[in-house]
């Protein structure tokens, strides 16, 4: 496969005329420049990270900053003018798969992944190639939905990557050497990596994945220079029984057999060795208070609550931790003893809201595979309101059936991992959706050693429509202030700009912005394949870009492609 960037020159006047351009039809010219082997990269300081969000030049960790408002300050690229927005480079990886990817930049220097942990360093202005690190898999890797990665993060002169074979991986960002390598899990019993890492205070912190496989999952902090672990905290607690709860964060009835459960736990004990609890997202973390919060995964296995009996603490929550040690804060749990794999997976974001009244305080919010956006004080984790539904809602909540049983949301949402973006200022939420209606059957089956774990099956009917939607919700009333419908599940991630923009991108390869204030879109660019990735934004030069990934999705099937596509007005 070859890579190469592409500049667009000739084609300005083309690019500024149509509202909607195809990169599949356009004829351009492969750029000769070979790579060259060094990155020019600015060390990147706590004090330069604590301000991300500040930085227009910038897009220094995944969400944006530490809070992941994915909010950008850049507004040369605005409501006015996007309509002349056009490609400025095309950069082609060596893989043509599902990409995931937040690219990263730093003072004019990017660094993007690829699914199979490979990094790349790009020229940001050009989308020349700099250096490229392709991680040497070991013997086993075990998975779900992919062999996706989503990003990097930078501090000092050092590169961070997790990898799918579980491995954290500390990179030279000037060369791509590997600086120090080292083991999180065995992927042998299920543990891999696709997030990306968050480093803060000579602190890397990772989660895992594995709750389809009969893990225990959890979050760690290491040693920013050494590598060394330096505090553990499990997601799935060696009482993990709870509270007994019987109905979800809204209120609705769960159906739960409490008396079977417990007869259960009292037969086989509690069932925390097994249970799950993978952590899919980075962690926000609150500078301030020196606190991170973090959402988890689904119980294992998936669909069969006979074996693991109780809430299954800490499964489809909420959780916070002092960042210095790990210590336990607080959590609140969306869906008890979950038998829909409807998990909290896309990353929770600090903003300030309006509590039950009218009082500005601290929050923390998160968007649902359940179609709501859950708003919490950050103090206790308390849930102060949800907003209305974004997806429809039927049948909630049926227990799965060995025939099948119809219920929405399906298993992927709802919010999927995708990020949401918000704008302070409007006080509102942006969230992308999937609509597929599924059927859930259980089918109780023995730990499987490691392999894949989920207690029956999921499965979209094939007679009923799938769609999706761009949702902005006013969080501090719950309210929906504006939804635009998409023909496919939108899944990948969104960005907000101080230009009074939303881009985000769709299955079919659509890429588009939207008004923030009222969702009308203003401009659409056709990439070839599938936008399932969240867009960043920098500047350099004087000039404004966003880029994004265009490679599809293996986890909804979308077009796989091998474009990383940087766009700007000049």
């Given amino acids: 496969m070859n890579k190469f960037s592409i500049g667009y020159a000739a084609l300005l006047g083309f690019a500024c005329t149509l509202p909607t351009l195809s990169y599949a039809q356009q004829e351009v010219k492969q750029d000769s420049i070979g790579p060259v082997g060094q990155a020019n990269v600015t060390p990147v300081t706590q004090a330069l990270l604590n301000a991300a969000d500040k930085s227009a030049s910038n897009f220094l960790l995944t969400n944006g900053n530490y809070a992941q408002t994915r909010f950008h300050p850049a507004k040369q690229i605005n409501r006015n003018n996007v309509k002349n927005l056009h490609v400025a480079w095309i950069f082609q990886t060596d893989v043509k798969e599902s990409l995931e990817t937040s690219p990263i930049v730093v003072d004019g220097v990017m660094f993007v992944t690829t699914s199979y942990s490979h990094v790349y360093a790009l020229d940001a202005k050009s989308g020349r190639e700099l250096w490229h690190y392709n991680h040497k898999m070991g013997p086993i890797t075990t998975y779900c939905c992919g062999p996706n990665n989503r990003g990097v993060q930078v501090l000092n002169d050092t590169v961070y990557l997790a990898t799918l074979d579980s491995k954290l991986v500390a990179l030279n ?20 990596e696709t997030m990306a890492p968050t480093v803060v205070k ?16 959890f979050v760690r902090a290491y040693d920013a220079k050494t590598g060394k672990q330096l505090w553990n905290f499990d997601t799935v607690p060696e009482k993990s029984v709870g509270v007994w709860a019987t109905k979800d964060a809204t209120g609705r009835d769960m159906h739960r057999d409490i008396a079977a459960e417990k ?23 609150d500078l301030e208070t020196n606190r991170i919060y973090f959402v988890v995964g689904n119980p294992s296995p998936d669909l069969d609550g006979a074996s693991r009996p109780g809430d299954n603490l800490y499964t489809d929550l909420l959780v916070s931790l002092d960042l210095d040690t790990g210590k336990y804060a607080c959590h609140f749990q969306y869906i008890a003893h979950d038998v829909w794999d409807l998990d909290a997976v896309s990353p929770p974001v600090l903003v300030n809201v309006a509590d039950k009244n009218g009082k500005t305080i601290p929050g923390v919010i998160h968007a649902g595979k359940t179609g709501h956006i859950y708003v919490h004080d950050r103090k206790d984790c308390s849930l102060i309101r949800f907003s209305e539904a974004m997806v429809p809602q039927e049948n909630m909540w049926v227990l799965p059936t060995k025939e099948g049983a119809r219920m929405l949301p399906g298993a992927n949402g709802g919010v999927e991992w995708s990020p949401i973006a918000t704008d302070p200022g409007q006080g509102l939420a942006y969230a992308i959706n999937l609509h597929q209606p599924m059927h859930y059957r259980v089918e109780s089956s023995p730990y499987p050693n490691g392999k894949l774990w989920l207690g029956g099956a999921f499965t979209a009917i094939p007679e009923e429509k799938q769609s999706g939607n761009i949702t902005a919700v006013n969080y501090n009333t719950g309210k929906i202030k504006w939804q635009v419908k ?16 939303v881009f985000s991108g769709e299955g079919n390869g659509k890429f588009a912005a939207y008004d923030s204030s009222n969702g009308k879109e203003l401009w659409s660019f056709r990439a070839g394949a599938g936008v399932n990735a969240p867009p960043s934004s920098y500047m350099v030069g004087g000039s404004q870009y966003i880029v994004v990934g265009a490679g599809g999705n293996t986890q909804v099937n979308f077009k796989r492609g091998n474009n990383i596509i940087a766009f700007s007005l000049d």
Avoid: H
């Avoid at 590997?178 to 083991?183: F, I, L, S």
């Avoid at 000579?202 to 999952?217: A, F, H, P, Q, S």
């Fill in 173 to 192: 960002a000037k060369t791509g050497d590997v600086v120090w390598k080292t083991d999180i899990a065995d992927p042998e019993l299920g543990y891999s």
């Fill in 202 to 217: 000579d602190k890397v912190l990772i989660g895992t994945n594995g709750g389809e496989y009969g893990i225990r999952g």
């Fill in 263 to 285: 007869d259960a736990v009292a037969k086989n004990g509690d069932p925390y060795a097994k249970l799950g609890g993978g952590v899919w997202q980075n962690p926000a973390v």
């Fill in 486 to 501: 998409t023909p496919e599940p939108m899944i990948g991630g969104i960005l907000a700009t101080a230009g009074g923009l």
